[in-house]
Each structure stands twice: as C-alpha cells, then as structure tokens.
C-alpha cells in the first residue's frame, strides 16, 4: 500500500546551518507529494508542494525535488532559523486522502 | 478569524465518559477529516466527509463516531471514552479544485484530549 517513511528526529541544528530532512515513499503510479509543519501549538500548514516528478517545491526558503527514480521528496534549507524550530510532515496524495509520514521535530539554537 | 475552528481546544474527562469534539469551517469546503495525532505515530486518519450525505471510515474508526450536521460543520464523538483515546485531535478541510491532485488540507489547532 501507499506509505511514507521520513527521518526520525529529533534534529537540532545551529542558527544559519544546512538542513536536510530525508522522505521516501511507496505508492503506485504518481502521487502528489507534501511537506506540512506544525508550530508549537498549532495544527499543520501547507509548507511546499509536487506534482509531478522533477518538480520543485519551494516555500520560505525550503525546497524539495519529486524525485521518481529514488521515490524520494527530500527537505532542504540552506541557513536555517530559529523561527524553523517546528514539526515537519512529509505527505502523500493518491486518489481522495493524504497519508502523513510520522513527522521530523526539528531544533534550531541560537 | 480562523477558517477551521475547534472546540474544546483542551479537555480532561474520565474513562467510561461520552465526549464530542467539535469542528467548524468558513472556508466553504464540501471535504472534512478527523485526524488523531500521537508522539510517534504522526496522524492518523479517523473519519472523513466529502459532502453532508457521505461519512467514511478511515484507518482507525474503532471506539468512535462522527455527525455531518452541514456543510461547515463536522464532530467527533467518543461513545464511551478510553484511556488510550488520549490524543491531540485534528479536524481539517479541504476542497475538489480543478487541481485535485493540488489540494491540500487545512487544519484546525486542535483539541488536546486526556482520558483518565
């Protein structure tokens, strides 16, 4: 069946530093692929988006690739901030739901 | 104002106890989702509604029940709360775009639910 598997955390980075947040998934055919976050007390927003394979998502300076070949929808920021700390989702689409990925805390010091 | 409301936003009851969630939208989305989240296990999907006349299972239904009373509004019922039914509750909407293969959901900010 459909799945997604992301990187388990917590991930704790220094203020200005690389992320990467790794997201594979399984799915027949060609899903939609997310990324939500959710913010301390909050429910989860709409961060970036991919519909098709090669397509970019971009958002407040994340992006993600829709990679086909590696069924891969990696993460990516290049100086993260403080205000990053949060809880990221990585999500399929196929047909009428959306199957969630466990979810990446991440921790951003100052 | 917020376009998914949810009330209660915390709640603390007891086991054996009858409890509602409830869930209202102004975004004008025939489709809403109730979500469970736990530390670990990410969401999960409880029930979902694509219009008023249609209530659909999804992966862990067992111990709970839902009511489309209109279109902006969608709750989540919990017969005879468990212990183990203590969570963070999510509603979410969303909408048949011309796009559908685009849409995404949007969230309400949840409802912390204890069972002692």
């Known amino acids: 069946g459909n799945s997604v598997t992301q990187m388990e955390g917590p991930v704790t980075l220094s203020e200005e530093a690389f992320l990467t947040i790794n997201c594979t998934y399984t799915?027949?055919?060609?899903?939609?692929l997310f990324w939500y976050v959710q913010y301390p007390g909050e429910g989860l927003q709409l961060l970036l988006k991919?519909?098709?394979?090669?397509d970019k998502g971009s958002n407040k300076g994340f992006e993600a690739t829709y990679r086909k070949e590696t069924t891969s929808f990696h993460l990516e920021k290049g100086s993260v901030q403080v205000s990053d700390s949060a809880v990221y989702f990585c999500?399929?689409?196929?047909?009428?739901?959306?199957?969630f990925g466990k979810g990446t805390r991440l921790h951003i010091l100052p | 104002d917020a376009d998914v409301t949810q009330t209660p936003r915390n709640r603390i009851t007891k086991t054996g106890k009858r409890i509602m969630l409830e869930c209202s939208q102004t975004?004008?989305?025939?489709?809403m989702y109730w979500y469970r989240q736990d530390p670990g296990l990410g969401l999960r999907l409880i029930y979902y509604?694509?219009?008023?006349?249609?209530?659909n299972k999804g992966e862990i239904s067992d111990g709970y029940s839902v009511s489309r009373q209109a279109q902006a509004k969608f709750s989540l019922s919990l017969e005879s709360a468990i212990p183990n039914q203590t969570a963070l509750y999510f509603c979410?909407?969303?909408?048949?775009?011309?796009?559908?293969?685009?849409?995404?959901?949007?969230f309400g900010p949840g409802t912390r639910l204890t069972v002692l």
């Open positions: 979410a909407t969303s909408d048949l775009g011309l796009a559908a293969r685009e849409d995404e959901q949007f």
């Open positions: 799915a027949t055919g060609y899903p939609s």
């Open positions: 991919a519909t098709k394979a090669d």
């Open positions: 999500a399929l689409k196929k047909g009428d739901k959306i199957i």
């Open positions: 975004k004008g989305h025939d489709r």
């Open positions: 509604s694509f219009d008023v006349k249609d209530i």
